[in-house]
């Protein structure tokens, strides 16, 4: 079945930057939009970038400028660069993917465990 791994969240100072990953393994046809999502104690999980099978790219206000979602198609990877942190970025990001089993089934959604990213203040 479907598995993500998410890993390079970490601890950093404000201002400093960060790479996330994130790899789609598992027996299926294709991966379609994929993208970043975190969340915090007591909040509702928020979008933070996506990107389309076709490589458009959306972002969350708080985060234009600063980061940049990218995706390896022949990896089945989507990654999100983080620069210029602030206290605000802490939060778990989870990793979130789309994908069809068959050229023909419906797509699914599936997401990883995520990955802790904390920025001092």
Known sequence: QVHLVESGGGLVQPGGSLRLSCAASGN???????GWYRQVSGTQREL????????TVNYAESVKGRFAVSRDNAKNMVFLQMNDLKPEDTALYFCNVHL?????????EYWGQGTQVTVSS
Request: charged share 5%.
């Open 100 to 108: 069809i089993y068959s050229p023909i089934s419906a797509q699914y």
């Open 48 to 55: 933070v970038a996506t990107i389309t099978g076709g490589g």
């Open 28 to 34: 299926f046809f294709s991966v379609y939009d994929m």
